[in-house]
T-cell receptor
Framework: AQTVTQSQPEMSVQEAETVTLSCTYD???????LFWYKQPPSRQMILVIR??????QNATENRFSVNFQKAAKSFSLKISDSQLGDTAMYFC?????????????FGTGTSLTVIP | EAQVTQNPRYLITVTGKKLTVTCSQN?????MSWYRQDPGLGLRQIYY???????DKGDVPEGYKVSRKEKRNFPLILESPSPNQTSLYFC?????????????FGPGTRLTVT
């Protein structure tokens, strides 16, 4: 069975500081994809960053970067220069490909508050 | 505007009364999926579809049905809703399955079953 674990239900960070959200997953698959999604109070799901498991280089998107440790099955998200608009629930997600499409697994989320 | 739409956005119904939540995308995406979001559980995949007439079960398919007769539409059907299906439902689509293509999510449907 595939599982995604986010061990930090809530976190806070001062504006302009850096914060790291942790995520671990469990799978026997070799090819898979990892994502971080953001859900602000509007409830809209927004893709933050993605990583393909066969790529060793960590993905970056502006202030967002990941630390992907395949052997440890760890996929943490680092937010630099935190902004008030980063306040949201963050979900780590894992996807495997089946003949009929992608099957997704999400973590339980980390609620991040950016403090002015 | 490229988007995924869901209707209705809010629905209160009674146990056993069949209902359908519609999902439509205007991006010619092949892959579509349904999720439910519950507090403390994150999002869980209900069903997904790789293309017309190709659907498969996700993690929590019990009590739900789907169909994909047209590429743009992927309705979620609850034949006999029960209170444990009270949840926030999201439809999503992406260009193709099999890669890390971005999933575009609809705005969500808040369903309450009494």
């Amino acid at each position: 069975a595939q599982t995604v674990t986010q061990s930090q239900p809530e976190m806070s960070v001062q504006e302009a500081e850096t914060v790291t959200l942790s995520c671990t997953y469990d799978t026997s698959e070799n090819n898979y994809y990892l994502f971080w999604y953001k859900q602000p109070p509007s409830r809209q799901m927004i893709l933050v960053i993605r990583q393909e498991a066969y790529k060793q280089q960590n993905a970056t998107e502006n202030r967002f970067s990941v630390n992907f440790q395949k052997a440890a099955k760890s996929f943490s998200l680092k937010i630099s220069d935190s902004q008030l608009g980063d306040t949201a629930m963050y979900f780590c997600a894992f996807a495997t490909f089946r003949n009929t499409g992608n099957q997704f697994y999400f973590g339980t989320g980390t609620s991040l508050t950016v403090i002015p | 505007e490229a988007q995924v739409t869901q209707n209705p956005r809010y629905l209160i119904t009674v146990t056993g009364k069949k209902l359908t939540v519609t999902c439509s995308q205007n991006m010619n995406h092949e892959y579509m999926s349904w999720y439910r979001q519950d507090p403390g559980l994150g999002l869980r995949q209900i069903y997904y579809s790789m293309n017309v007439e190709v659907t498969d079960k996700g993690d929590v398919p019990e009590g739900y049905k789907v169909s994909r007769k047209e590429k743009r539409n992927f309705p979620l059907i609850l034949e006999s809703p029960s209170p444990n299906q009270t949840s926030l439902y999201f439809c999503a689509s992406s260009l193709y399955p099999g890669r890390s293509y971005e999933q575009y999510f609809g705005p969500g449907t808040r369903l309450t079953v009494t």
